[in-house]
């Protein structure tokens, strides 16, 4: 690790990919002192009582104690879940049930609070749509986010990401943006990684004039030239390209490790360029587009980030949700589809029927529900590989001291670190002073490879919290040395399979593609059908599927 006060050295950059720099730290591990914590948010044992189903372990699940038949039943309460429920009441299919494992709705986008202070427990942004969202661009309108003035887009001012936005740590002060300046660099490298930065920002500039990276991606013109960047990862792309620059390389793993969950090693090179073809854009210092270097868009936040959204699509469900509910199996007869579920409170299977089913869980999950899952599912889940993510939410007594360079901003980034810094839930506040806060550190652990992606996943899933705290405020500390002595309580949150990583063949899938169009009786609702995860995507496929359901 490096010593604090300063930022990681060049050599430690060149050693990244996240194993490594995993191993690197766990020279400094410590238990924690003087601050409280543990696991939060999610029933690994629910989990596993699917598992068990699967094995005939839950044999509870062929003698139901209860029988209802309801007019739709949707099976998971993520964003998907909860906008399929959205578009079948819309449709005028009002006697819905949302079965859902966990307690509450939200799945990857669900909240918590520490010392009085919401703060996220996964998603925690949704970048200002683009005009081929529509259907979130209706949904911001109907919460009043957005409103369409003289046809232009105006958002509420609360709900955009407050200005400075984010900063990065290099070289023990801070910049801001998270792309690393070059003058930050040793001098030999500054004229070759600006070169690779200029490289890079025309290969995108050129790719984003062809309407290829929609959002959601299913809005997008497919190409053969596009098919041969998903046949490829991202690093290799970048290799024949002879875009090495450290500096540039470093930024570019960052960046598919936030959106995706694993390193350019994995991901597809469709999915590498998408990130920024699809958004912002990347913009090369010095570049006359009037841009900040990298990006700027609008985004939108909350204290407690897109759970805001999650428990706005969550209330007018009402009743119709019903939580603590693990769907063992789903059974498509004649004309009607049995969904079983096991509802933790009373400990017993309950049985429900419906005309209309929407499995809006990953699918993964999806293949092992069915008790006959199409060939497209079997073919479509063997082939992804799912991220493990962990996010520590830190309940601060005061303010951090700050270290020279650019203010305390809403995304607060280590260069070189194997995490993906912290954002502050206190920044959308508007109170006049720095106080007490949280903030959200956030590790993707899927690696550049599936070996370390398992060994990242064992690691978290077995491994006590307090090494994965120690772990968390020894790399924070380099920023923040006082961060150790102001911390009070650190909540983690652990995903054993959080993401589908957008591995090369992904975007271009056959099967992917198959289960997106209208099924029979069962439609698929989630992210995964996109091969990555963001709000958007969730949000369309949960609509496309309860448009369909109501339809059928
Ligand atoms: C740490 C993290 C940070 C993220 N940050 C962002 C961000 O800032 N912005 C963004 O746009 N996206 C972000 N994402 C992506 C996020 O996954 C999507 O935005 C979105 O929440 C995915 O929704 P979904 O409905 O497709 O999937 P999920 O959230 O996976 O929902 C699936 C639901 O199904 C339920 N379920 C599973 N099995 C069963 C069963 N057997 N019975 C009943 N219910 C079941 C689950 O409990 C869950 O509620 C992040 C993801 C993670 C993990």
């Not at 449709?91 to 509450?104: K, M, S």
């Not at 910049?175 to 004229?191: F, H, T, Y």
């Not at 958004?279 to 270097?293: I, L, M, N």
């Not at 951090?400 to 839930?425: E, K, M, Q």
Request: aromatic residues 8%; proline residues 6%; contains cysteine.
């Amino acid at each position: 690790m490096s010593p604090v006060g300063r930022g990681p050295t060049r050599r430690s950059v060149l050693a990244a990919g996240s194993a490594a720099a995993l191993s690197m730290l766990s020279g400094c591990e410590r238990r924690t002192e003087g601050y409280e914590g543990g696991w939060v948010g999610a029933s690994a044992e629910r989990g596993h009582l699917l598992r068990g189903a699967a094995t005939g372990a839950a044999s509870a699940a062929s003698a139901p104690a209860s029988s209802r038949r309801v007019g739709a039943i949707v099976v998971g309460a993520g964003i998907a879940g909860l906008a399929a429920a959205r578009a079948l009441m819309r449709a005028g299919v009002d006697d819905v049930r949302v079965l859902e494992l966990e307690d509450a709705a939200g799945g990857n986008s669900r909240g918590h609070a520490l010392g009085g202070m919401r703060c996220p427990l996964g998603a925690h942004y949704l970048p200002t749509p683009g005009a081929s969202a529509v259907e979130v661009i209706e949904l911001l309108e109907q919460l009043g986010v957005r409103k369409t003035v003289h046809g232009r887009a105006e958002y509420d001012e609360r709900m955009l990401c407050h200005s400075p936005q984010e900063r990065l740590f290099i070289e023990g002060a801070w910049r801001e943006g998270l792309l690393p300046p070059v003058e930050a660099l040793v001098a030999g490298e500054r004229a070759a990684t600006l070169a690779a930065y200029r490289s890079f920002s025309a290969a995108v500039t050129e790719l984003g004039r062809a309407e290829a990276f929609e959002i959601p991606t299913a809005r997008s013109r497919w190409s053969p030239a596009l098919a041969a960047l998903d046949a490829t990862t991202f690093a290799a792309w970048l290799d024949a390209r002879g875009l090495q620059a450290p500096a540039l390389r470093w930024y570019l793993d960052y960046c598919c490790r936030d959106d995706y969950g694993a390193g350019a090693g994995q991901v597809s090179a469709w999915a590498g360029l998408h990130y920024f073809a699809s958004r912002h854009g990347f913009h090369a210092p010095g570049s006359d587009d009037g841009q900040p270097a990298d990006g700027g868009d609008g985004v939108l936040t909350w204290p407690e980030g897109n759970a805001w959204l999650a428990e706005r699509l969550a209330a007018p469900l009402g009743e119709r949700l019903l939580a603590g509910r693990v769907v063992l199996r789903v059974r498509e007869g004649r004309g009607e589809v049995d969904v079983d579920a096991w509802n933790v409170a009373t400990r017993a299977l309950e049985r429900w029927t419906a005309a209309r089913v929407v499995v809006a869980t990953p699918l993964f999950v999806a293949a092992r529900l069915l008790e006959s899952p199409p060939s497209a599912l079997r073919t479509a889940a063997a082939a992804m590989r799912h991220a493990p993510w962990l996010v520590a939410n830190l309940q601060l007594a005061e303010a951090l001291d700050d270290r020279p360079g650019a203010p305390p901003s809403w995304d607060n980034v280590p260069y070189g670190s194997p995490g993906l810094g912290y954002v502050d839930a206190m920044h959308q506040s508007t109170r006049p002073f720095a106080g007490p806060t949280v903030l959200t550190a956030y590790w993707a652990l899927g690696g550049n490879s599936a070996a370390e992606l398992e060994a990242g996943r064992a690691r978290l899933l077995h491994e006590d919290w307090r090494l994965w705290a120690g772990r968390i405020v020894a790399d924070l500390s380099v920023m923040h040395p006082d961060l150790a002595g102001k911390l009070r309580r650190a909540d983690l949150m652990r995903y054993g399979h959080a993401m589908s990583i957008p591995l090369p063949g992904a975007r271009s899938s056959a099967a992917l593609a198959a289960l997106a169009a209208p099924q029979p009786r069962v439609q698929f609702a989630h992210a995964d059908l996109s091969s990555y995860s963001v709000f958007e995507e969730a949000f369309f496929h949960g609509t496309r599927a309860g448009r369909a359901a109501a339809a059928a």
